[in-house]
């Protein structure tokens, strides 16, 4: 009889989504490890530096675990299927930036500088903001698609932003950079916040136009060469991108941006000269603006000859820069295994040395092997969403997630290649390492659209329920 259907046919109704795994304790052990390496990192600075353990030992990793919590919380309820290893990551590098801060915070070389035995107080701050920032990102935001009906208003607001530090009496000019607003007794860097909408705007676009990009009109050298029409964006882009670089002399964001839109029109259109055509204008770009603008061509000779610009500057003769050559020192001091947390030098590059040059602390005290490690960590983050970004259903969702990412590892390998001496110093903050509110902020908003992203792409479809039939024979099962 068919009330005796057995318990198997009741697991076919089911919707498929209930066992599906969610990872948030995956998520949770992950952040407790995430908590629990900068607490005794914290301890082991302090031990070097005054013998003791830190008076604030209990209250730090109280607060950078009560942050913790609060975002797996959030996620756990609004986004359960969103990646496990994104906010775990960035809890890691956002607590070990603290230690590193409050290290060299204790230097009494750095007591001169504007916020001098303040930053990690300021920059635990930040981090409370970046969280909030964050759970309203999971919490109002509550499909990623949304975002895509905000194309166009995206780029007015990223142009907005963008044309903020030049406005007089608005604008900031800090060594050299025009790249800050000040409001009251706070510094914001809009550019920052300019790279995420940005992103938008571009996933936008390229969703509507991928197809017409993509054509090519003649082969050239094993390349399909676009057509002349199509180039038009790409030739915007790159204007823009120079007169950021003309007009705040800020090679950091300039690099940024026109790399992150080559890397999303590479993979809307899956066409290899898009990425010449982009190394080709940005290295033509460079040269050009280097060749009369100041700053940067003072940049550029700090990278081609550090030590020459070290000894005119320590003799007075017009150096320009003396930190590319103390950040090399300072990795050099560390060798493989490092000095020990709180027993470098890294101070006497002075008041970039927790922002701009912080990965230089990092390379002297925990040595080659440490800095490896740190690196690592945010190849994880890039590949996480890279991988959210081929696990995402919808084009506009693969383009943001691509974008995002490859925003990130730019601004990665832009900070960390100008600190070791790849490429030009460029004045930009490594992510959540280094101290500056814009920066730790917007990397949490961003880390909280790629976990939305995610959870929509790893979110179980729900499985059709049987037939009507099967359904009677549960209702009247014994």
């Given at each position: 009889m068919s009330s005796t259907t057995n318990p198997s046919t009741h697991h076919t109704s089911t919707i498929g989504a209930i066992g599906a795994p969610s990872r948030r304790n995956t998520e949770l052990a992950l952040l407790v490890f995430a908590v629990l390496i900068p607490?005794?990192?914290?301890?082991?600075?302090?031990?070097?530096?005054?013998?003791?353990?830190?008076?604030?030992?209990?209250?730090?990793?109280?607060?950078?675990?009560?942050?913790?919590?609060?975002?797996?919380?959030?996620?756990?309820?609004?986004?359960?299927?969103?990646?496990?290893?994104?906010?775990?990551?960035?809890?890691?590098?956002?607590?070990?930036?603290?230690?590193?801060?409050?290290?060299?915070?204790?230097?009494?070389l750095l007591q001169d500088i504007e916020q001098a035995g303040t930053?990690?107080?300021?920059?635990?701050?930040?981090?409370?903001?970046?969280?909030?920032?964050?759970?309203?990102?999971?919490?109002?935001?509550?499909?990623?698609?949304?975002?895509?009906?905000?194309?166009?208003?995206?780029?007015?607001?990223?142009?907005?932003?963008?044309l903020l530090p030049l406005v007089p009496g608005l604008g900031k000019n800090i060594y050299g950079a025009k790249i800050w607003i000040q409001v009251g007794s706070f510094s914001i860097q809009p550019g920052e916040f300019a790279k995420i909408v940005l992103a938008i705007f571009f996933a936008g676009y390229l969703m509507v136009k991928r197809d017409a990009l993509a054509l090519a009109s003649r082969r050239f050298m094993g390349l399909y060469l676009p057509r002349g029409r199509d180039l038009g964006p790409i030739l915007v882009v790159w204007i823009?991108?120079?007169?950021?670089?003309?007009?705040?002399?800020?090679?950091?964001?300039?690099?940024l941006f026109f790399g992150m839109f080559v890397i999303m029109l590479y993979v809307a259109t899956e066409r290899t000269s898009w990425i010449v055509f982009g190394m080709l204008m940005s290295a033509v770009g460079a040269v050009g603006v280097a060749s009369f603008e100041p700053h940067i061509k003072q940049r550029v000779d700090a990278w081609l000859d550090p030590m020459k610009e070290y000894t005119l500057s320590r003799a007075g003769?017009?150096?320009?820069?003396?930190?590319?050559?103390?950040?090399?020192?300072?990795?050099?001091?560390?060798?493989?295994?490092?000095?020990?947390?709180?027993?470098?030098?890294?101070?006497?590059i002075r008041f970039a040395a927790n922002s701009d040059f912080i990965l230089a602390t990092f390379g002297e005290e925990l040595g080659l092997a440490?800095?490896?490690?740190?690196?690592?960590?945010?190849?994880?983050?890039?590949?996480?969403?890279?991988?959210?970004?081929?696990a995402a259903?919808?084009?506009?969702?693969?383009?943001?997630?691509?974008?995002?990412?490859?925003?990130?590892?730019?601004?990665?390998?832009?900070?960390?290649?100008?600190?070791?001496?790849?490429?030009?110093?460029?004045?930009?903050?490594?992510?959540?390492?280094?101290?500056?509110?814009?920066?730790?902020?917007?990397?949490?908003?961003?880390?909280?659209?790629l976990l939305r992203i995610s959870d929509t792409a790893r979110r179980p479809a729900p499985a059709a329920p049987a037939s009507p039939d099967a359904e009677m024979t549960q209702v009247v099962r014994p």
């Amino acid at each position: 009889m068919s009330s005796t259907t057995n318990p198997s046919t009741h697991h076919t109704s089911t919707i498929g989504a209930i066992g599906a795994p969610s990872r948030r304790n995956t998520e949770l052990a992950l952040l407790v490890f995430a908590v629990l390496i900068p607490v005794f990192a914290y301890a082991n600075v302090g031990l070097a530096i005054n013998d003791e353990v830190p008076a604030g030992l209990l209250s730090y990793g109280f607060g950078l675990g009560l942050l913790a919590g609060v975002g797996h919380l959030v996620v756990r309820k609004f986004a359960p299927y969103a990646d496990p290893l994104l906010l775990p990551l960035a809890t890691l590098l956002n607590g070990l930036g603290l230690v590193a801060i409050w290290r060299l915070d204790q230097s009494e070389l750095l007591q001169d500088i504007e916020q001098a035995g303040t930053a990690a107080p300021r920059q635990l701050m930040y981090t409370a903001m970046g969280i909030a920032l964050f759970v309203a990102v999971m919490i109002f935001l509550k499909d990623h698609r949304v975002l895509q009906r905000y194309t166009y208003i995206s780029m007015l607001g990223a142009l907005f932003l963008l044309l903020l530090p030049l406005v007089p009496g608005l604008g900031k000019n800090i060594y050299g950079a025009k790249i800050w607003i000040q409001v009251g007794s706070f510094s914001i860097q809009p550019g920052e916040f300019a790279k995420i909408v940005l992103a938008i705007f571009f996933a936008g676009y390229l969703m509507v136009k991928r197809d017409a990009l993509a054509l090519a009109s003649r082969r050239f050298m094993g390349l399909y060469l676009p057509r002349g029409r199509d180039l038009g964006p790409i030739l915007v882009v790159w204007i823009v991108s120079i007169l950021i670089l003309v007009f705040e002399t800020d090679l950091g964001t300039s690099l940024l941006f026109f790399g992150m839109f080559v890397i999303m029109l590479y993979v809307a259109t899956e066409r290899t000269s898009w990425i010449v055509f982009g190394m080709l204008m940005s290295a033509v770009g460079a040269v050009g603006v280097a060749s009369f603008e100041p700053h940067i061509k003072q940049r550029v000779d700090a990278w081609l000859d550090p030590m020459k610009e070290y000894t005119l500057s320590r003799a007075g003769q017009g150096g320009h820069s003396e930190q590319a050559m103390q950040a090399l020192w300072a990795f050099g001091s560390g060798g493989t295994l490092g000095t020990g947390w709180g027993q470098g030098h890294s101070e006497l590059i002075r008041f970039a040395a927790n922002s701009d040059f912080i990965l230089a602390t990092f390379g002297e005290e925990l040595g080659l092997a440490g800095l490896m490690a740190v690196l690592l960590l945010y190849a994880l983050i890039v590949e996480r969403g890279v991988r959210t970004a081929l696990a995402a259903r919808d084009p506009f969702g693969k383009l943001l997630a691509i974008g995002l990412s490859g925003a990130f590892a730019l601004q990665v390998f832009v900070v960390a290649g100008g600190v070791m001496g790849l490429i030009p110093l460029t004045g930009m903050t490594m992510p959540f390492l280094a101290y500056g509110g814009s920066s730790v902020i917007a990397n949490w908003a961003l880390i909280g659209i790629l976990l939305r992203i995610s959870d929509t792409a790893r979110r179980p479809a729900p499985a059709a329920p049987a037939s009507p039939d099967a359904e009677m024979t549960q209702v009247v099962r014994p």
